[in-house]
């Protein structure tokens, strides 16, 4: 029963709710080996953090599924560690306040970068990688948001921790709803060919499992529902902290990656609609907890 409920999950997180046209390109059965991976883990580095450049500041998008996500793995006793850049260091420091927990968070530099990722695991010795709305290099070495432009001055490569974690037999996960991100590689030839200037921002950084998301922070959220199926207790936070995080990131001047404003919304779309969904997510796990707990009577 508890595949069903994670299918369930996986179809939720990967509604195209925002026409992206990425939906055709859902790798089934991902997460729930992600989840699986997870659940088996012991140390996990999350890398989010996707800097918009006509404001310079990070976007709402990636910084909640992190820490919802860091939250369910701690927990269950996994050690997290969080790794941003300057540009979003604040909001996922507000969706910490948010959510009223303490989570260790490093920022890469954006000089020395290979060396600095290499410090970071030899020091921190992950037994699992986590990219969310993280951006990734494209083929010509460079990254570029969804609109095609280059925002490689300021996005320090944290491909590296994928390309080491190759190198070491790390598992490797990535959510990411646009194609420009890191992990998005695995469907590099879909993506080249069916969406907006795929040719030209798609990562090439592939990756173990890969969640494509309506919203990557849907996909955050779907981790850590099926952690919460896997462990038969409610992991993920209430719908009032949801909000807290999201005014804790616009507090910290996080801005919406498609409007590029600094307002309660994600990609595009309102609070009630990211609510909702968040609420989809998490009413998977409550009806996979009750029948649990029947079958159990």
């Known amino acids: 029963m508890k595949d069903e409920y994670l299918k369930e999950i996986e179809a939720i997180v990967g ?5 992206r046209g990425l939906s055709e390109m859902l790798q089934y059965g991902d997460l729930q080996s992600a989840v699986d991976e997870l659940y088996n883990s012991k ?20 910084p909640i599924g992190a820490v919802s996500l860091a939250n369910c793995l701690m927990q ?17 420091a507000g969706c910490c306040k ?10 890469v530099p954006f000089n020395n970068t290979d060396d600095y990722c290499r410090g970071i695991i030899n020091g921190f010795n ?5 990219a969310i709305e993280r951006p990734g290099r494209a083929s010509d070495g460079r990254c570029y948001s969804m609109r095609g432009e280059d925002i490689t001055g300021f996005v320090p490569n944290t491909d590296t921790f994928f ?3 190759l190198e070491l037999g790390i598992t490797r996960i990535a959510i990411g709803d646009g194609g420009n991100e890191m992990g998005m590689g695995k469907i590099a030839t879909q993506l080249k060919e ?14 173990d499992y890969l969640i494509v998301a309506g919203v990557s922070n849907w996909g955050g959220h779907g981790l850590g529902a099926g952690l919460s199926i896997m462990s038969e207790e409610m992991l993920l936070h209430e719908a009032t902290e949801e909000i807290a995080m999201l005014k804790g ?17 994600v990609d595009g779309l309102s609070l009630e609609i990211n609510l909702h969904m968040f609420e989809k997510i998490r009413n998977v796990v409550v009806n996979a907890l009750q029948r649990e707990k029947k079958e159990i009577c």
């Open 98 to 107: 948010g959510l009223n927990i303490n989570l260790e968070i490093e920022v």
């Open 249 to 265: 990131m616009v507090s910290a001047g996080g801005v919406d990656g498609c409007s590029k404003k600094n307002e309660m919304t």
């Open 15 to 19: 509604l195209d709710i925002g026409n």
């Open 76 to 92: 269950i006793g996994k050690e997290v560690l969080v790794v941003t850049d300057e540009y979003s260091k604040g909001l996922v």
């Open 194 to 207: 069916n969406i907006s200037n795929g040719h030209d921002i798609c990562a090439i950084t592939s990756t």
């Open 126 to 130: 992950p037994t699992h990688i986590v």
């Open 163 to 165: 390309h080491l974690a």
């Open 43 to 62: 140390r996990v580095i999350i890398i989010t953090g996707f800097c918009i450049k006509d404001t310079m500041t990070g976007e709402t998008d990636g």
